[in-house]
């Protein structure tokens, strides 16, 4: 019998168990990273979502880059990417939902070959797609663990480390910073030919569309610490983009990327540091007492 996944209402990620009671936490949601409901854990199913009204939403993003969403949106609110490669069809950042639309879409856009995440926090159905089309998972050796699976998926698991490259001008990049396996999949064809960088939330992409930012944790207002944020960006130093999408419909950063990338962490390290001209134009300083020595 196939074990059917409880779906956390947070941060959207399946749980496999073999009861017929939800687990009572959420390894996800306990984490430092992410949260708990202060009423406590709340799970939902498939099933039940499809009867509350949820459906799948599907979008051509660019020639090649397919979005598959969930509408309302549920946890984090993430979308999938299905990347269309003469190699093969690659998803990433899976939607917490999946019905028989989304896998529709995804069998007329030529299947799937492999399903892999940014990070823990967008599996999401990873395990479901992974069934259905007989697809590898693949994903960072050092974030394996937090990867909630049945044993019969355990043939199709696949780890990696640093870089792995899963067709031609496809590479899947580990950056390190919000997790430690934390990645990027850079597609070279994309933005026609200049590159494309598909980021989930290793780099956060502001609302404006103009700057890029860095957190450990974005809910618990965690930034990243210099160490992590040098990380990230000489991961992808060697590779070229002009777009990047995180992991919302919006926002992107359509053209310039890796001139926003480099203004960006010079801007943000200048934050951190204390430096920024803004700050200082403020009248903050470096010390830890009022700037004019005023009692509060």
Request: net charge negative.
């Amino acid at each position: 019998m196939t074990t059917k996944p409880w779906v956390c209402e947070t941060c959207g990620n399946h749980t496999y168990n073999e009861g017929v009671t939800p687990p009572d936490a959420c390894v996800i949601c306990e984490d430092d990273r992410q949260w708990v409901p202060a009423g406590g854990q709340r799970w939902t199913t498939l099933e039940a979502m499809a009867a509350d009204g949820y459906r799948t939403e599907v979008r051509e993003v660019e020639p090649g880059l397919m979005g598959v969403g969930a509408e309302p949106v549920i946890g984090i609110g993430q979308r999938g990417l299905i990347l269309r490669t003469d190699g093969g069809n690659v998803l990433w950042d899976p939607s917490p939902y999946i019905d028989e639309a989304a896998v529709q879409a995804v069998r007329d856009a030529g299947g799937l070959s492999a399903v892999t995440a940014s990070h823990p926090h967008f599996y999401g159905a990873i395990v479901e797609w992974s069934r259905i089309f007989d697809a590898e998972i693949l994903l960072p050796q050092v974030d394996i663990h937090w990867l909630s699976r049945p044993a019969s998926i355990e043939p199709l698991v696949r780890t990696w480390s640093d870089t792995l490259p899963v067709f031609d001008g496809v590479t899947l990049i580990q950056c390190g910073g919000h997790f430690p396996g934390s990645s990027v999949l850079h597609w070279a064809e994309g933005a026609d030919g200049m590159g494309v960088l598909l980021t989930g939330d290793t780099i956060n992409i502001s609302p404006g569309e103009d700057r890029v930012a860095f957190l450990y944790s974005a809910p618990n207002r965690l930034p990243l610490p210099e160490r992590g944020v040098h990380g990230v960006v000489e991961a992808v130093q060697p590779y070229s983009f002009d777009r990047m999408y995180a992991h919302w419909w919006a926002p992107a950063i359509r053209r310039d990327a890796q001139r926003v990338l480099k203004e960006s962490t010079e801007h943000y390290l200048k934050f951190m540091r204390g430096d920024a001209p803004e700050w200082v134009a403020e009248g903050h300083s470096h010390s830890h007492g009022h700037p004019h020595g005023h009692a509060h």
